[in-house]
């Protein structure tokens, strides 16, 4: 059964038909990342995005921009992640492609995805 949210008393949307609702305002920008960073507080899990770059030359350094702060519950960063997961290996089935894992396992990782 779809999630109910109420937006209106006496009338009951499902969180697919409020989200399909949204109109992107004109100077909504999207975001390009190639970096992120996790923190989690005992509340609240922060995804920082940066986007990393190398001025053309040799021996150029890199430059970090942050592009965005995001701060979610940890319900939802619960299934984001899980989300985020199927949707990868989907595409790498229809695909027939292995995408590379570019964070290796660390220490102290509770759980693997991909190896």
Known sequence: MAEKTKAN????????ELVAKVIK?????DL??????VMVTSSEMFLDFFYLSRALGKNTSVKATHVQTII????LAKGLTLAIANSIATY??????NLPNQR???????????E
Not at 9 to 16: D, F, K, L, W
């Open 92 to 97: 790498e089935d229809d695909n027939n492609v």
């Open 25 to 29: 305002p004109e100077d909504a920008k």
């Open 32 to 37: 390009y990342a190639n970096y992120a960073q």
């Open 104 to 114: 290796g396992k660390q220490e102290g990782d509770k759980i693997t995805i991909w």
């Open 72 to 75: 979610i519950p940890h319900g």
């Open 9 to 16: 008393p006496g009338i009951q949307y499902t969180v697919g």
